[in-house]
């Protein structure tokens, strides 16, 4: 079988393979991480916390001062709504737009991408839901056929990849093929506080399983030094690809 990195992907730089999750309680604080990152750091997340706190005029600064941007805002609405706010996000320059993994709505983000080079995560089901949150959501499916179902309805929509947990990556990899992006959180170095993540994998094992991209939060954003623990994560990916 034909490694994962030895799909056309494995083009990325192995320090854009670090994606550290700005989870922080402001715009203000996040600035200052990003400043004591420094060049370690070229890729950050920005989820829905942060963005309704200010935090999208960060992402287009970010963008501005040449990082990439991940805008983890998980879209779901009808689909011209969808379609609109994805023009808006591909306009600003970022590169990955989480949405869920609808096929309405993967469907319209996807048509409304244009000429930009705005990528498609698409979110499964989510890490919180099981079985019996399906269940009482009304789905026949229990979690493990409803993901294999919506990461196959990802690819036929054209969407670039998927966020998952690293302990399904290497399912969906030969499920999905080498082309799809597969961005893994849940991600803790050897020796690094799990908090409340249950299932984790160290960033060696999750680049062997067959991510592309590892988001990581705590483990750097409140690590006594955050750029020397985000070096250490790049150095190790690196030494697994
Ligand atoms: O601090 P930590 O490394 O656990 O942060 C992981 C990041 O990835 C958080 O921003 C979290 O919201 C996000 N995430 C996750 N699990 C998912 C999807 C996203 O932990 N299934």
Same mark, same amino acid.
């Given at each position: 079988?034909?490694? %994962?990195?030895?799909?056309?992907?494995?083009?990325?730089?192995?320090?854009?393979? &670090?994606?550290?999750?700005?989870? =922080?309680?402001?715009?203000?604080?996040?600035?200052?991480?990003?400043?004591?990152?420094?060049?370690?750091?070229?890729?950050?997340?920005?989820?829905?916390? +942060?963005?309704?706190?200010?935090?999208?005029? =960060?992402?287009?600064?970010?963008?501005?001062?040449?990082?990439?941007?991940?805008?983890? =805002?998980?879209?779901?609405?009808?689909?011209?709504?969808?379609?609109?706010?994805?023009?808006?996000?591909?306009?600003? $320059?970022?590169?990955? &737009?989480?949405?869920?993994?609808?096929?309405?709505?993967? #469907?319209?983000?996807? $048509?409304?991408? $244009?000429? %930009?080079? +705005?990528?498609?995560?698409?979110?499964?089901? =989510?890490?919180?839901?099981?079985?019996?949150?399906?269940?009482?959501?009304?789905?026949? +499916?229990?979690?493990?056929?409803?993901?294999? #179902?919506?990461?196959?309805?990802?690819?036929?929509?054209?969407?670039?990849?998927?966020?998952?947990?690293?302990?399904?990556?290497?399912?969906?990899?030969?499920?999905?093929?080498?082309?799809? &992006?597969?961005?893994?959180?849940?991600?803790?170095?050897?020796?690094?506080?799990?908090?409340?993540?249950?299932?984790?994998?160290?960033?060696?094992?999750?680049?062997?399983?067959?991510?592309?991209?590892?988001?990581?939060?705590?483990?750097?954003?409140?690590?006594?030094?955050?750029?020397?623990?985000?070096?250490?994560?790049?150095?190790?990916?690196?030494?697994?690809?």
């Amino acid at each position: 079988m034909t490694p %994962s990195h030895a799909s056309p992907v494995s083009a990325i730089e192995t320090r854009d393979r &670090l994606i550290v999750a700005l989870d =922080l309680p402001s715009p203000d604080a996040a600035r200052k991480l990003v400043v004591e990152l420094g060049d370690t750091v070229s890729f950050y997340k920005i989820g829905m916390e +942060l963005a309704y706190g200010g935090g999208l005029p =960060l992402a287009s600064e970010l963008i501005a001062a040449g990082k990439k941007v991940f805008l983890d =805002l998980k879209l779901h609405d009808i689909p011209n709504t969808v379609a609109s706010a994805t023009a808006q996000v591909a306009n600003m $320059g970022a590169t990955f &737009l989480t949405i869920h993994a609808y096929p309405q709505t993967m #469907k319209a983000a996807r $048509g409304a991408l $244009g000429t %930009s080079s +705005l990528q498609l995560l698409a979110v499964t089901v =989510l890490t919180s839901s099981d079985d019996s949150d399906l269940q009482d959501a009304g789905y026949a +499916l229990g979690v493990r056929d409803l993901v294999a #179902k919506r990461a196959g309805q990802a690819k036929a929509a054209g969407v670039h990849g998927i966020v998952l947990s690293a302990e399904e990556a290497r399912a969906m990899r030969s499920l999905l093929g080498p082309d799809m &992006l597969l961005v893994t959180p849940g991600i803790r170095p050897a020796g690094a506080e799990i908090g409340d993540q249950k299932r984790v994998m160290t960033p060696a094992r999750a680049i062997a399983a067959g991510a592309n991209y590892l988001v990581v939060g705590r483990p750097v954003t409140q690590a006594p030094d955050p750029k020397a623990a985000a070096s250490a994560i790049v150095d190790e990916i690196a030494s697994a690809l």
